[in-house]
């Protein structure tokens, strides 16, 4: 998920912690029906999270200073691609109802 995506908030004071966001990115993994590979945090400049196509995923360091609602989006963003591969209608729709039905 590209960083043109920019928050326009200000990050929160103090950051999640490393284990209870890997903890939500397996919740959400169950919840969809995938299996991440691997879940891993790094710096990144010009997105919040990627996904290979082996289904390893990465996400920005910078999201555990997110507000929930935000980090939400790009977990399941980025755990629906393991499901869709593209940004196509059908991702679009997988996305906006697990948003919606939490
Ligand atoms: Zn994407």
Redesign the pocket.
């Known amino acids: ?1 590209k960083k043109s995506v920019m928050p326009d908030w200000v990050p929160l004071e103090e950051a999640v912690p490393l284990d209870l966001f890997k903890a939500d990115v397996h919740a959400w993994a169950r919840r969809l029906g995938v299996t991440p590979r691997e879940i891993r945090l790094r710096p990144m400049k010009r997105k919040w999270a990627s996904c290979s196509s082996q289904g390893r995923l990465t996400f920005d360091t910078d999201l555990l200073r997110q507000p929930p609602n935000f980090r939400r989006e790009v977990i399941v ?1 980025e755990l629906l ?1 393991l499901k869709v591969p593209n ?1 196509g209608p059908l991702f679009k729709a997988l996305l906006k109802a697990y948003l919606q039905n939490r």
């Open positions: 998920m963003h691609h940004h």
